[in-house]
């Protein structure tokens, strides 16, 4: 009984759970165009979150199986379920199979075009393990497709857009995401651990940092000053309309810059200071600062959204 309890948690492990806070970006479009107690839409976007998160877990175990010599050489990946031997590699396989299977079967449900997204992802989850993460630049394009592909599917779940601005922020945002986390592995394994990094240096990959750093505030401010806010009639709507018309027609969106920039230096000390950026999802889950900054970020969009 011991051992099977033991296998459970070993597997749940390598599903690496803490990483689907990537897939909340399936809610984005949802959110943004007022539709978050539509229950129907936003229903579809909890089935795509729950999709996108059994295809990735699927995609981390095989990862997992093709990484698993070099992840003994790494100081932290070592510990790894697989790499480690508490799971074995057939278990992986079989339970991989067995998410992708369920992953794309309720994928079909959602819609056929997001049934065709799933598709592409996980085509492109298995492609990066095997291909495209040994490649220099292109390891850092993947891993920003995958944050795009993620938003995407959202849109595709709901039939609701996500602003031009916003989805050039997303593009930036994960580019820099990708950068710092490339330099961060350099700073700290080398090499030896993953062979995509001979081909940088840390100059490059600071120029690739402070670049995508500026290129998602500039985008994120574009769309605070060019993006109507939604009509939502909120709780103060008509009070504001009666006494403080002209409130209502403020650029109320670019309140929101102020956490966007303290979240962006924020990451830029986690990265330059701590070097810590090696796991973007676990600084994003812990980081204390970074947490505020993104839940006061959530809390003014929805206000403005929801209750103006």
């Known amino acids: 009984m011991v051992s099977v309890n033991k296998k459970i948690k070993a597997t749940f492990e390598a599903l690496r759970p803490i990483q689907w806070i990537k897939n909340l970006s399936l809610f984005a479009a949802v959110i943004l165009n007022g539709q978050l107690f ?43 379920p697989i790499a480690r031997g508490a799971l074995t590699e057939s278990s992986a396989i079989f339970t991989a199979f067995i998410l992708l299977f369920l992953g794309l079967f309720i994928s079909v449900f959602i819609g056929f075009g997001f049934f065709g997204i799933s598709l592409f ?7 990066y393990s095997f291909f495209l993460k040994k490649k220099a630049v292109i390891d850092i394009i993947g891993i920003a497709l995958f944050f795009i592909i993620r938003a995407y599917a959202g849109e595709l779940a ?49 120029f690739y940092t402070t670049m995508f750093a500026v290129c998602t505030l500039v985008a994120y401010a574009m769309f605070t000053f060019f993006e109507e806010p939604i ?47 090696e ?28 209750v103006i």
């Open 158 to 206: 709901t039939g609701y857009h996500l602003p031009v601005w916003i989805m050039l922020a997303v593009i930036f945002l994960s580019l820099f995401l990708a950068s710092g986390k490339r330099r961060s592995e350099l700073r700290g394994s080398g090499t030896k651990t993953r062979s995509s990094l001979s081909g940088y240096s840390d100059n490059l990959l600071d």
């Open 38 to 80: 539509n229950f129907p839409i936003f229903y579809k976007s909890l089935l795509g979150f729950i999709v996108f998160c059994l295809l990735s877990s699927s995609s981390y175990l095989i990862n997992d199986i093709v990484d698993v010599e070099k992840d003994r050489l790494h100081p932290v990946k070592k510990f790894r």
């Open 279 to 306: 796991r973007p999802e676990k600084v994003i889950a812990t980081d204390i600062p970074l947490i505020l900054s993104i839940f006061f970020w959530g809390m003014t969009m929805i206000t403005i959204i929801y």
């Open 231 to 277: 009509t939502f009639d909120g709780l103060i709507h008509h009070f504001l309309l009666d006494n403080f018309p002209k409130a209502l027609g403020r650029k109320w969106y670019m309140v929101t810059l102020l956490p966007v920039i303290f979240g962006i230096m924020r990451y830029g000390q986690v990265i330059y200071e701590m070097q810590e950026g």
């Open 121 to 127: 992802f996980i085509l492109m989850q298995y492609g």
